[in-house]
Structure formats: structure tokens, C-alpha cells
Nanobody, 124 residues
Framework: QVQLVESGGGSVQSGGSLRLSCAAS????????MGWFRQGPGKEREGVAA???????KYADSVKGRFIISQDNAKNTVYLQMNNLKPEDTAMYFC??????????????????WGQGTEVTVSS
């Protein structure tokens, strides 16, 4: 069973930075896609960034130039470096995975494993 555990959330002021981590376990596929999603209060869950096993990446327009997704295969961990945070980035952030499939996508229906989330709060 695939397990995803997020960490690194917290409270920061506008303009600050945070790095989220997603530790994955339970699958050994050499092909996969992993994504970061977020859900703010009263909002739909939306895709933020995605990466696949070929290191191809995709970003939402709202975070391009501010967020960077990366991965450490030796640690089975995906990161989301978030810079120049804004109050509108406040949300619960979730990690998602789909083994055996490549091509990064921000479509949440294309992922079948999810973590429990880590909360990010950005104050003005």
C-alpha cells in the first residue's frame, strides 16, 4: 500500500518561504507522477505543482516563478519549495501519487494515492 506523509507546513508572514516534504513508501515503480495540491477554506482542491519520474514538471500559473518542485529519489521524497508566499497561498497542502504513470498533471483525478496534508498559513 502506498503511503505519503507530508511535513514542513507552518505559519509565515507574506514574502516568507517554506519547504514542504512528502515522504513516499510502499511502491517500487520506476515510473510515476507526484503532485502537490492545496485546498483553501471553502475552496476546491487545486493542483499546484507536479513532477514525474523523468523530472518533467508542471506548475499552476499562480505559483510559477515562486514555487519549485523537486525530488530526491534516494530518499523517496518530493519537495515543494515555496518562496515569496502570499496570503492567498494559505491552504492545506496535500501530496499525491500515481505509480506506473508518467507525465506530470495538475488534474487531481489523475492521482490515486493521497497524504493527510500539512497546513500552510500566510499572514499579511
Amino acid at each position: 500500500q502506498v503511503q505519503l506523509v507530508e511535513s514542513g507546513g507552518g505559519s509565515v508572514q507574506s514574502g516568507g518561504s517554506l519547504r514542504l516534504s512528502c515522504a513516499a513508501s510502499g511502491y517500487a515503480s520506476s515510473e510515476y507522477r507526484m503532485g502537490w495540491f492545496r485546498q483553501g477554506p471553502g475552496k476546491e482542491r487545486e493542483g499546484v505543482a507536479a513532477v514525474d519520474s523523468g523530472d518533467n514538471t508542471k506548475y499552476a500559473d499562480s505559483v510559477k516563478g515562486r514555487f519549485i518542485i523537486s525530488q530526491d529519489n534516494a530518499k523517496n521524497t518530493v519537495y515543494l519549495q515555496m518562496n515569496n508566499l502570499k496570503p492567498e497561498d494559505t491552504a492545506m497542502y496535500f501530496c499525491a501519487a500515481r505509480p506506473k504513470i508518467v507525465r506530470p498533471t495538475l488534474d487531481k483525478t489523475e492521482y490515486n494515492f493521497w497524504g493527510q496534508g500539512t497546513e500552510v498559513t500566510v499572514s499579511s
